[in-house]
């Protein structure tokens, strides 16, 4: 992940003419919010990803419980 002091890679996009407009009038940082934005894209992506990865044994593990309860159940108080 990045933090401010993270190497740095000179990159180009090309992002809507209007909305870089709007970002320099509202004195937004335009490639700190498009660091921003893919972060939180890569983080939904990993996840999506671990989640299909995943999706055999969690199902498993919820039939499992279905049929036999939750494994020390007797012991909760709430």
């Known amino acids: 992940m990045s933090n401010g002091r ?3 890679k000179a990159t180009n996009v090309s992002l809507d003419a209007g909305l870089i407009e709007a970002a320099r009038e ?9 660091e921003q934005g893919l972060a939180r894209r890569v983080a939904e992506v990993r996840a999506e990803r671990w989640r ?3 999706r055999a044994a969690i199902e498993e593990w919820n039939a499992w419980i279905a ?3 939750l494994p020390l159940e007797r012991h909760r108080r709430f």
Not at 26 to 33: E, K, R
């Open 26 to 34: 509202l004195d937004i940082n335009v490639s700190q919010a498009c």
């Open 67 to 69: 049929r036999n309860g």
């Open 52 to 54: 299909d990865e995943n």
């Open 6 to 8: 993270a190497l740095r």
